[in-house]
T-cell receptor, first 112, second 114 residues
Framework: GQQVMQIPQYQHVQEGEDFTTYCNSS?????IQWYKQRPGGHPVFLIQ?????EVKKQKRLTFQFGEAKKNSSLHITATQTTDVGTYFC????????????FGTGTRLTIIP | EAQVTQNPRYLITVTGKKLTVTCSQN?????MSWYRQDPGLGLRQIYY???????DKGDVPEGYKVSRKEKRNFPLILESPSPNQTSLYFC?????????????FGQGTRLTVV
């Protein structure tokens, strides 16, 4: 079945440093979504990418969808303590049955 | 307010005692699903449903049952819970078609089976 892997699993950064998490799917995706889960909370939708090679920005966050629609990345510039949490990607297979598969997540910790 | 409501938030039970975790959404979403979250394993899908009376297995369905008799409700049933089902459970819902199919999550249910 479809698998979605994320790296790294954990990331500790000094406040102000940049952070990137990478997402790789075993199958071609129709779209990819990103979610953020604050400690003790539930996943909350951040953004959806649909087109091959698409890049979207939300303030300090930059999201990319790969040309082959099998990988994606989230980059945070100049991290702040409010960025703490676990970031998940989630994709629907291009040839699939609408099942939304989540990645393994990257847990970001900020050192003040 | 658009929301997904799960109950209970916390549950401690004994091995073998049947339990149900309820999930209800008020957004008229077709798609509903259950996930369990375990350290280092991310969100793994248990079951999902694309509409009333349409359910299918996710990646880790063993030991769980679901039903979708109404569009808004999608309960998760553990007929005979075991300690390896101790986990954090999330229900989620979304539209299937359209420009944006973001998933809305419930607050989570932390289940401990002793």
């Amino acid at each position: 079945g479809q698998q979605v892997m994320q790296i790294p699993q954990y990331q500790h950064v000094q406040e102000g440093e940049d952070f990137t998490t990478y997402c790789n799917s075993s199958t071609t995706l129709s779209n990819i979504q990103w979610y953020k889960q604050r400690p003790g909370g539930h996943p909350v939708f951040l953004i959806q990418l649909v087109k091959s090679g698409e890049v979207k920005k939300q303030k300090r966050l930059t999201f990319q969808f790969g040309e082959a629609k099998k990988n994606s990345s989230l980059h945070i510039t100049a991290t702040q303590t409010t960025d703490v949490g676990t970031y998940f990607c989630a994709g629907r297979s291009f040839f699939g049955n609408e099942k939304l598969t989540f990645g393994t997540g990257t847990r970001l910790t900020i050192i003040p | 307010e658009a929301q997904v409501t799960q109950n209970p938030r916390y549950l401690i039970t004994v091995t073998g005692k049947k339990l149900t975790v309820t999930c209800s959404q008020n957004m008229n979403h077709e798609y509903m699903s259950w996930y369990r979250q375990d350290p280092g394993l991310g969100l793994r899908q248990i079951y999902y449903s694309m509409n009333v009376e349409v359910t299918d297995k996710g990646d880790v369905p063993e030991g769980y049952k679901v039903s979708r008799k109404e569009k808004r409700n999608f309960p998760l049933i553990l007929e005979s819970p075991s300690p390896n089902q101790t986990s954090l459970y999330f229900c989620a819902s979304s539209f299937l078609l359209g420009a944006l199919t973001e998933a809305f999550f419930g607050q989570g249910t932390r289940l401990t089976v002793v």
